[in-house]
């Protein structure tokens, strides 16, 4: 064997190793999910995606790993893009459950690609490509928020809430505590726009959190925009 060769395989293994490390050195992950009638109701607007105008649900932003001190790792492993073939049988689910808003319109493709990559790739020792989609859309289906919202009497139809009031209709839903992030529609108002929940490392399960967000504080009154019947499309 040439010399060179157990060098090689050295610098391998501790690349191999460096990235697992990175991979498996979280503590808890933030699973977001957004109200589309708050992403549309800005002076940025929103477009559909090309597979049609999503529900009025919320719908997932995403699940991303994170440390107790409040920062988080991304984009750990370059060697793992994203590959629409390994969530095929996804897709249907992940197009009503995870859609695109952002402008120009697409598929999805885009927005899961930079999910997987900026943050599944951070967790790809405990989740695969595949198993990280499928345990974030059956944390979905586990939380259930609009109807958890709802059964308190709190509807998306333009109204207003205390903060509190909307903190305590999910926590008693999921038995945790909710951090909530607002952003501003073109009036000013400070409306509902993001839920974050804390899953453990397995993904499986919701968790205390261990630190909130720092950013998009809300107002006293959060006003609950509804996700308008006709938006205009844009392309």
Known sequence: ????????????????????????????????????GSYCDTKQSCCYPTTGKPVADFGIHGLWPNYNDGTYP????????FNPSQISDLKSRMQKNWPTLA???????????????????????????????????????QTSLLQAL?????N?????YSSSSIKDAINKAVGYTPWIECNTDESGNSQLYQVYLCVD????????????PSGGK??????????????????
């Not at 490392?201 to 909130?212: A, E, K, Q, R």
């Not at 609950?224 to 392309?235: D, L, N, T, V």
């Open 1 to 36: 064997m040439s010399p060179k060769c157990p060098i090689l395989i050295k610098l391998w293994v501790l690349q191999y190793l460096a990235v697992l490390c990175v991979s498996q050195n979280f503590d808890f992950f933030y699973f977001v999910q957004q109200w589309p």
């Open 74 to 81: 991304q984009n750990c492993d370059p060697n793992n893009p």
């Open 103 to 141: 402008c120009p319109s697409g598929d999805g493709t885009s927005f899961w690609s930079h999910e997987w990559e900026k943050h599944g790739t951070c967790s790809e020792s405990v989740l695969d490509q595949h198993d990280y989609f499928d345990t974030t859309l059956n944390l979905k289906q």
């Open 150 to 154: 709802e059964s308190a009497g709190i």
């Open 156 to 160: 998306p139809n333009g109204g207003f």
């Open 201 to 212: 490392t397995s993904g499986s399960n919701l968790i205390d959190c261990p630190v909130f």
């Open 218 to 235: 809300c107002g006293s009154q959060i006003e609950f925009p509804s996700f308008y019947i006709e938006f205009p499309e844009q392309s």
